[in-house]
């Protein structure tokens, strides 16, 4: 008997149902709000930093899925791969076989990552560092682990008891006795290891909310200090590694920097497979692994499947062939400099700052009457209302998908793929200075800030 399916067909038929099926069967929340801020497009088709819609508009993508799509949509280098994968009918995951793949990612990966000998494989950002955490407590046998206030590491338990943003924790207790310190202050870090129960501090180089980087000789300071008392470094590169900052990992840019655990994720997939990597030290994975009836003491059963681990070595050869960190040096350091030079020209605009590509964008109180009435209704409405009224007019006018770094934060960060060119600098500059012009004149995007005002207090 022969089984058809035609997803062709499928997506033909029901495709025009795609918010519809959302509300019903999914996070009904997510279609209200994407209707409500007007972001409910209708995406046909993608290719590298762009989509199209049905009517052939195509849209500049500053977000790659949060970061997942590093080399962009469909790669043509990344696809082959998985097709040659596909076609090659593997016996994949047998559990009780040892499958090259795995191990040549693993060898590739760690050939940009010097000081660290093992990978534990795994699916996504989140189970990165759950491994990390788990394997820190194993290797000092110790339970509590630092945090920097205003992280994000992830929302599964474990990673959420590591989380610095209270609205993800909310309602979610009791969670792991971790404990957050203030990022860049040595002597709470210090103080907390005094106490001789710690067993990592888990520290974002840049941070995701805001775009916050470590303070200059932080990771470095933090290190010793953590050595001296026994105690590991968890960098967590799940959104800064492969790239994104300018350097393979975002550390890197501080010497003398080596972490004991790395978490990995989000573009090693090739935005196809889920797939993350936790890379550690020799003596921490044999600690954890310390016997053969310990063989199976953390797996996970989609752990180095063959698509997975064929997207990463596709990834990495695309990366080492096409020079992207180099790439993101010069496109990053393009497209920050010429949204520097303009906090000079808008009173609206407070900061500019970040590493690469991955850019946070802030705004502030105006010192114009005019413009600072106006700030202030906003801000008595709920906080990060101008920036949302930034990210909409550019979706809406001018075609560019964006984000709001953090909730009640005004800061839009970018994060696009890794790919984008000087005419996407040049077409997102544009499109930023003449929302900046309206905001700045009293346009349109103040009747939409109205808008805002009113759905925020009927939320309260």
């Known amino acids: 008997m022969t089984t058809e399916f035609d ?28 209707h409500t801020i007007g972001f409910d497009k209708v995406y046909e088709r993608a290719e590298g930093a762009h989509f199209w819609d049905a009517d052939g508009n195509d849209y500049l993508d500053m977000l790659a899925g949060f970061g997942v799509m590093g080399l962009g949509r469909h790669h043509p280098v990344v696809r082959k791969a998985l097709h040659d994968v596909l076609d090659a009918g593997l016996a994949d995951l047998t559990r009780f076989d040892c499958q090259p793949l795995p191990g040549l990612l693993a060898e590739r990966l760690l050939a940009h990552s010097p000081h660290l000998d093992r990978v534990f494989f795994g699916n996504s950002g989140t189970e990165a560092v759950e491994t990390a955490l788990k394997f820190a407590r194993r290797a000092t046998g110790r339970q509590r682990v630092l945090y920097c206030e205003h992280s994000f590491h992830g929302l599964t338990t474990g990673s959420l008891s590591v989380n610095g943003e209270e609205g993800f924790r909310d309602g979610f ?8 310190v203030p990022l860049g202050d040595l002597d709470a870090l210090a103080r907390e290891l005094k106490k001789g129960d710690v067993a990592a501090l888990i520290v974002e180089p840049v941070q995701g909310k805001g775009v916050h980087e470590t303070p200059p000789g932080y990771l470095r300071a933090a290190q010793e200090l953590l050595h001296r008392h026994k105690a590991l470094l968890i960098a967590d590169e799940v959104q800064t590694g492969l790239g994104r900052t300018g350097d393979f990992y975002a550390y890197q840019h501080e010497a003398g920097v080596e972490p004991d655990l790395v978490c990995v994720a989000k ?6 497979v889920p797939v993350s990597a936790t890379l550690g030290k020799d003596w921490i994975f044999k600690k954890v692994y310390s016997s053969i009836d310990r063989v199976l003491v953390h797996s996970a ?10 997207a990463g070595l596709a990834v990495l050869s695309v990366m080492e062939n096409e020079q992207t960190v180099a790439h993101v040096r010069t496109v990053g350091d393009l497209l920050k400099s010429r949204l520097a030079a303009l906090t000079d020209k808008y009173e609206l605009l407070a900061d500019v700052r970040g590493r690469g590509l991955m850019i946070g964008i802030e705004f502030g109180r105006p010192k114009s009457l005019k413009l600072r009435g106006r700030w202030t209704m906003l801000q008595a409405a709920r906080k990060g209302l101008f920036a949302q009224m930034v990210v909409v007019p550019l ?27 000087e005419a996407d600098v040049d077409r997102f500059v544009d499109a930023f200075t003449a929302v900046m012009d309206d905001a700045h004149g009293g346009g349109l995007m103040w009747d939409f800030g109205k808008t805002l005002v009113k759905q925020a207090v009927a939320n309260r």
């Open 7 to 34: 997803l062709g067909a499928l997506l033909a038929e029901r495709g025009a149902e795609r918010y519809e099926l959302h509300s019903k069967h999914l996070n009904h929340q997510l279609p209200r709000m994407l």
């Open 173 to 180: 207790a009791p969670l792991l006795p971790d404990t957050a």
């Open 267 to 272: 573009a090693l997939s090739g935005g196809y």
């Open 301 to 310: 059963s989609f752990g180095s499947n063959a698509q997975a681990m064929a």
């Open 395 to 421: 979706l809406q006018r001018h075609r560019i998908l964006t984000q709001v770094s953090g909730d009640h934060l005004e800061v839009i960060k970018l994060i696009p793929p890794l790919v984008i060119d």
